[in-house]
């Protein structure tokens, strides 16, 4: 039905920037709110940024605000996290996450990518 592809991953050294893509295989990808989640090792899977159905909202963790930029294009099934002045404790599994409609409200996501790696050097 729906199937979610991550790319971009890689290893950077901090300071530096790496651009993750999202690839949404499936019908109605503008009913779906966009997330991207990471998991640090030994640590648990957190919510890093948002993006609703047609774009016209966002939501970061503090911890990203000003560095991360969430994107989507739905003619393409794309949302892409842009990431600036990358630094150690960035360094995780990136996820791709959609959740339906509103169901991103109480955290409930429907489906999920792979997820790609991002390893940042000091």
């Known amino acids: 039905q729906v199937q979610l592809v991550e790319s971009g991953g890689g290893l950077v050294q901090a300071g530096e920037s790496l651009t993750l893509s999202c690839q949404f295989s499936?019908?109605?990808?503008?009913?779906?709110?966009m997330a991207w989640f990471r998991q640090a090792p030994g640590k648990e899977r957190h919510f890093v940024a948002g993006i609703t159905l047609m774009g016209g909202s966002t939501h970061y963790i503090d911890s990203v605000k000003g560095r991360f930029t969430i994107s989507r294009d739905n003619a393409k099934g794309t949302v892409v996290l842009q990431m600036n002045s990358l630094s150690p404790a960035d360094t995780a599994v990136y996820y791709c996450a959609a959740s339906h409609g509103t169901n991103w409200r109480s955290g409930k996501y429907d489906y999920w990518g792979q997820g790609t790696r991002v390893t940042v050097s000091s």
């Open positions: 499936g019908p109605t990808f503008n009913a779906y709110y």
